[in-house]
């Protein structure tokens, strides 16, 4: 069956744009979460959606990033004006539901962002 | 913070078993153990999880000390394809994953 999808693979920008990272996690699955992974360290959790609202966003670094899922599937990392430091990857995961003991997370392939 | 600490990397032999430690000294009662890998260029992969009782399937084993101060992900026969950042986590209900850096194993042929 079909996996987490995230598109683009690479997003080359310029510093001060804005971005949009799409995340189409597996069907059925109720939780998304959003991660960041910076060369040579572990992905760093952003956000959690449980549905369609955002249950955790403690993870986003500052008010230029943002995310949406208003029909509880597909979601949307955004990122206003746009840092060097904000080069990444960002990975996007899914599980059948979230806040459970077990909770098998399904990782998407992530997309690179480079901020020029 | 992760509250765990790995080696940062490992080398293991292909077709022999790699086993790969985890210290997690602060684990509190409620919290589960998880391995995650993440091959190049992918996303992490779940492997396994545990609470205090050793567990296996068919990817890997995990045995966990009767402290619950350790563990170890245990892959019987290593292959190529088993190269990878392999992540150990602990985590309880409601908690998000908190990833460290891993432990880098190289199955070298």
């Known amino acids: 069956g079909a996996g987490v999808s995230q598109t683009p693979s690479n997003k080359v920008t310029e510093k001060g744009k804005y971005v949009e990272l799409r995340c189409d996690p597996i069907?059925?699955?109720?939780?998304l979460y959003w991660y960041r992974q910076s060369l040579g360290q572990g992905p760093e959790f952003l956000i959690y959606f449980q549905g369609t609202g955002a249950a955790d966003d403690s993870g986003l670094p500052n008010d230029r990033f943002f995310a949406v899922r208003p029909e509880g599937s597909v979601s949307t990392l955004k990122i206003q004006r746009t840092e060097r430091g904000d080069s990444a990857v960002y990975l996007c995961a899914s599980s059948l539901k979230g806040g459970s003991t077990y909770n098998e997370q399904f990782f998407g392939p992530g997309t690179r962002l480079t901020v020029l | 913070d992760a509250k765990t600490t790995q080696p940062t990397s490992m080398d293991c032999a292909e077709g022999r078993a790699a086993n790969l430690p985890c210290n997690h000294s602060t684990i509190s009662g409620n919290e589960y153990v998880y391995w995650y890998r993440q091959i190049h260029s992918q996303g992490p992969q779940y492997i396994i999880h545990?609470?205090?009782n050793n567990e296996t399937n068919e990817m890997a084993s995990l045995i966990i000390t009767e402290d619950r101060k350790s563990s170890t992900l245990i892959l019987p026969h290593a292959t190529l394809r088993d190269t990878a950042v392999y992540y150990c986590?602990?985590?309880?209900?409601?908690?998000?994953?908190?990833f460290g850096p891993g432990t880098r194993l190289s199955v070298l042929p």
């Open positions: 069907s059925g699955h109720t939780a």
């Open positions: 545990g609470l205090k």
């Open positions: 986590i602990v985590r309880t209900y409601g908690q998000n994953f908190v």
